[in-house]
């Protein structure tokens, strides 16, 4: 059974940093590519990170130069190093394959709150 749990969120004041993690189970991990999401409150959850099988990473628009995405193998995890916090960062933060699998499960994610 596909199984991810993601964890690391919290408080954090705008401008500050935050690490986030999700251990994956029940694939073969390494040859997925891995994809952080989110979903903020009243929007649909969206794509913000990818790392490749390989190590190649992409991101949306509005995190780059202050997120990084990546993925330790032999630990089934990705992580995403998120700096320079902006209010409009807060939302739930999940992992999952990119693209989703039909039919795959979610994690419960982890709440990412940037407030002074």
């Known amino acids: 059974q596909v199984q991810f749990v993601e964890s690391g969120g919290g408080l954090v004041q705008p401008g500050g940093s935050l690490r986030v993690s999700c251990a994956a189970s029940g694939i073969m991990f390494r040859i997925y590519t891995m994809g952080w999401f989110r979903q903020a409150p009243g929007k649909q959850r969206e794509l913000v990170a990818r790392v490749t099988s390989g190590g190649e990473t992409a991101y949306v628009d509005s995190v780059k130069g202050r997120f990084t995405i990546s993925r330790d193998n032999d630990k089934t995890t990705v992580y995403l190093q998120m700096t320079r916090l902006k209010p409009e960062d807060t939302a739930v933060y999940y992992c999952?394959?990119?693209?989703?699998?039909?039919?795959?499960?979610w994690g419960q994610g982890t709440m990412v709150t940037v407030s002074s």
């Open positions: 999952n394959t990119d693209p989703v699998r039909s039919g795959a499960s």
